[in-house]
Each structure stands twice: as structure tokens, then as C-alpha cells.
């Protein structure tokens, strides 16, 4: 985190209203962006998003070590996110997501290079959205915290309240699971 964002985030736990407004509007595509891939429906996204906001707003001056704000903002987003699932009670939400993990077992082609490259890069991107969207809950939190947000294992498992085993055990599965589906699509 550079050292202005820092002494933003850090004007704002001290009541700065400016600084929050700063923060919030820094910080609005990056909520967005995760709830797209936990919650399709723009609808929908927008309304956990707006309580995401909230939520900051009213409890960013609880947040007692700024350094930890990423963190701390992504657990609001998936307590917002589960807090939006147990209101309406839907558990097979779906979630799309871009593979582009440097710990990636798998290419994604260079689609720029030629048309060829661009219809492959397209029908992967398919296969990999549409493998997530069939994921359970449990796999698609972490594989979008750690995938969209660049999260570290212990940040994951502090926001979902797993053991680091867990996280790393959710990620690797789906991970291998999306794999699979790559797989199994080459050799057709």
C-alpha cells in the first residue's frame, strides 16, 4: 500500500469525511469488481454493494491497524455477500472469473496474435466461467479472493474463518477442478 493511500486511509479512521469520500471513491470499482464475480445480476450486485459502502462508512473508524484495510474491506464484502445469501436464501449463486494466475497449471493463448489464438482464448474463458459458476460457495470465496483480489492464504483465511489448510486445500481443488474441465476440453 503506497504512503498516501495509507494517509488516506488513515485521515479517514480519524473522522476526515473528505479522506472517506477519497476512499470510497478509490475503493468503489475494486468492491464491484469482487462482487461481479461472486454475483452476476447488476441488480442484485449493486444493492450489496451499496451495503458494502455503508458499512464502511459507518465502521471505518473501528478499523484499528490501517495497514490491514484491504483485509478488512473484503471481509465487509463477504460477510455483505453472505449476509445477501442467507436474506434471500439462494446458495447456488454463480461467480465467473478470468484464470490468470502465475500459479496457474494451464496457458490462457496469446489472443492478441492472430484470430485463431482469439476464438481459442474465448472458448477457454468460457469453459473456465462456466466451470466456476458450478462451483460450491465453499471453492468460489477463496478462488475469488485469492484470484481477483490477490489475497494472501492468511487473509483468506481470516475473511472466511478457515484454517490456512483449508483455504489453500478450497483453492488447490479448484484449481483442479478447472483444470479438469481444460483438460477435458483439449482433447476433444
Not at 15 to 40: A, C, R, V, W
Not at 61 to 86: A, E, G, M
Not at 107 to 113: G, L, R, T
Request: glycine share 2%; hydrophobic share 35%; proline share 3%.
Amino acid at each position: 500500500m503506497n504512503k498516501t493511500k495509507l494517509e488516506i486511509i488513515k485521515k479517514a479512521i480519524n473522522g476526515d469525511k473528505s479522506s472517506l469520500g477519497e476512499l470510497i471513491k478509490d475503493e468503489q470499482n475494486n468492491i464491484y469488481t469482487t462482487l461481479f464475480y461472486l454475483k452476476k445480476d447488476d441488480n442484485e450486485l449493486y444493492d450489496i454493494m451499496q451495503d458494502v459502502l455503508i458499512k464502511l462508512n459507518k465502521k471505518i473508524t473501528q478499523l484499528k491497524n490501517p495497514n490491514c484495510f484491504k483485509t478488512w474491506l473484503n471481509q465487509i464484502i463477504v460477510n455483505s455477500y453472505y449476509d445477501y445469501l442467507r436474506k434471500n436464501r439462494k446458495i447456488n449463486d454463480k461467480i465467473t472469473l478470468i484464470k490468470n494466475d502465475d500459479e496457474a497449471e494451464f496457458d490462457i493463448p496469446d489472443y492478441n496474435s492472430n484470430p485463431q489464438n482469439a476464438l481459442l482464448y474465448s472458448e477457454l474463458d468460457y469453459i473456465i466461467k462456466t466451470t466456476i459458476e458450478n462451483l460450491p460457495l465453499h471453492y468460489k470465496i477463496p478462488i475469488a479472493l485469492r484470484e481477483i483480489q490477490g489475497l494472501s492464504y492468511d487473509e483468506i483465511s481470516n475473511i472466511t474463518k478457515a484454517s490456512i489448510g483449508t483455504v489453500k486445500s478450497r483453492i488447490a481443488r479448484a484449481r483442479a477442478i478447472i483444470k479438469e474441465k481444460i483438460d477435458e476440453y483439449s482433447k476433444e
